[in-house]
């Protein structure tokens, strides 16, 4: 059975696909993107992948 470990990472608007594509890179893959309502309205992606 996989196991998995995930990450929580602020995505900042202005720099979307860069962060988007820098977790990509290091394996990451994005499975949702929420809007908080505790910091005025940020979003925050969370990723998941296979733990080694």
């Not at 309502?37 to 969370?46: E, H, R, T």
Request: glycine residues 10%; charged residues 15%; hydrophobic residues 50%.
């Amino acid at each position: 059975m996989t196991q998995w470990e995930y990450l929580t990472a602020p995505l900042l608007i202005h720099n979307t696909k860069a962060i988007l594509d820098n977790f990509g890179a290091e394996g990451w893959e994005l499975v949702a993107v929420v809007a908080t309502v505790s910091d005025g309205g940020g979003l925050v992606a969370y990723f998941k992948r296979p733990r080694l």
